[in-house]
C-alpha cells in the first residue's frame, strides 16, 4: 500500500482561511517590470499570488459562507487579524487601528452568546468583551469586571459560560469548513491505495 496525495492546495483548513482573509497586497496581476523587481519574491510557491490567488481566496471564502453563519463568524474571528497598520499620520495615531473584520465578527458573536449566559442578566458589555478575550484580545477577567461595573466573580461566571459556548461553535466550525473544503478538492490530503 502506497500513499497517494490528493491535488489540493492547503495543508489545512486553517491554511485555507488564514490565507484567503490575508490575501490582499496581491490581488492583480503584476506588470513584467514588477515581477522584475521583486524577483526572488514568489509567493507561497502553490500559484497563489495574482490573480490566481485571488481566484482561490474568493473559493475559499466561497466555502465559509456554505457553513452556517456563526461558525463562519467564528472562524473569522479566530484567522483574521485584530487590528491592521495605520498611515493616517496623525499625531494622537499608534500606527494600529482596529480590524473592521474581527470587530464585526466578534460584535455579532457577542450577540449569539446571549443564549449562553442563559436567561439571567447579562450586559453586552461583558459579552462583548468575554468574546474578543476568547478570539485573542488581551484582556483579564479583572479588567472586564473593571471595565463592565461587576463584581470579578460575575465577570468570570458568564466569561466561563461565553467561553464554553464559543469552544463548541469554534469546534462544530472547523469540523464542518474542513469538510467542505475536502469536498471542494482544496485540501492535501494522504489517501490509502492498494498496488
Known amino acids: ?19 484567503a482573509l490575508h490575501f490582499s497586497d ?3 496581476a503584476k506588470s ?21 490567488g485571488s481566484g482561490q481566496a474568493g473559493m475559499v471564502m466561497a466555502e465559509v459562507i456554505r457553513i ?17 497598520r495605520c498611515t493616517c499620520g496623525s499625531p494622537c495615531c499608534s500606527k494600529w487601528t482596529p480590524n473592521p473584520i474581527w470587530t464585526m465578527a ?12 442563559g436567561s439571567g442578566m447579562s450586559s453586552r458589555a461583558i459579552r462583548l468583551a468575554s468574546t474578543e478575550k476568547f478570539f485573542g484580545q488581551k484582556l483579564s477577567i479583572q479588567e472586564i ?3 463592565c461595573s461587576v463584581s470579578r466573580k460575575t465577570a468570570g461566571e458568564q ?11 469554534e469546534g462544530r466550525a472547523w469540523f464542518n469548513f474542513t469538510d467542505r473544503l475536502e469536498i471542494a478538492g482544496m485540501l492535501i490530503r494522504e489517501h490509502e491505495s492498494s498496488v
Open 1 to 19: 500500500m502506497t500513499g497517494a496525495k490528493h491535488e489540493g492546495i492547503f495543508k489545512d483548513a486553517k491554511e485555507a482561511i488564514v490565507f
Open 26 to 28: 496581491q490581488q492583480y
Open 32 to 52: 513584467p517590470m514588477a515581477m522584475f523587481l521583486t524577483r526572488g519574491a514568489h509567493g507561497s510557491g502553490r500559484g497563489l499570488s495574482g490573480l490566481d
Open 68 to 84: 452556517h453563519y456563526a461558525e463562519a463568524l467564528a472562524l473569522i474571528a479566530r484567522c483574521s487579524a485584530k487590528r491592521l
Open 106 to 117: 466578534t460584535s455579532q458573536l457577542c450577540d449569539v452568546s446571549l443564549t449562553a449566559v
Open 145 to 147: 469586571a473593571d471595565f
Open 159 to 169: 466569561h466561563a459560560k461565553i467561553k464554553e459556548f464559543l469552544k463548541d461553535l
